[in-house]
């Protein structure tokens, strides 16, 4: 079982800048690694995903081009997000997932607001 911890979330103005980390309890090796965000009464949705057996990444249209994925080393990923818009305001998750191994981390609150 890998357990997983995000940190890095908080309060920030429109346009600004936050960084979410992800640290797990064993190696992510070959997990395929995603950040999700929920807001309520919404359904939980996919931000973007980095592969963990060739790096490749994945980004939903909303967040491409302000929003980067990246790894480090064997347990830890991170999600910049830049320029921040309202709208991406949410509890983002962290999810790592390889075969039927399925795990969630308790989530980071972001808001963004002036």
């Known amino acids: 079982h890998v357990q997983l911890v995000e940190s890095g979330g908080g309060l920030v103005q429109p346009g600004g800048s936050l960084r979410l980390s992800c640290v797990a309890s064993g190696s992510l090796g070959s997990y395929v690694i995603a950040w999700f965000r929920q807001t309520p009464g919404k359904e939980r949705e996919g931000v973007s995903a980095i592969s963990g057996m060739d790096g490749s990444q994945w980004y939903a249209d909303s967040v491409r081009g302000r929003f980067a994925i990246s790894r480090e080393g064997a347990n830890m990923v991170y999600l910049q997000m830049n320029n921040l818009e309202p709208e991406d305001t949410a509890v983002y998750y962290c999810?790592?997932?390889?075969?039927?191994?399925?795990?969630w981390g308790q989530g980071a609150q972001v808001a963004v607001s002036s």
């Open positions: 999810n790592a997932r390889l075969m039927s191994r399925n795990y």
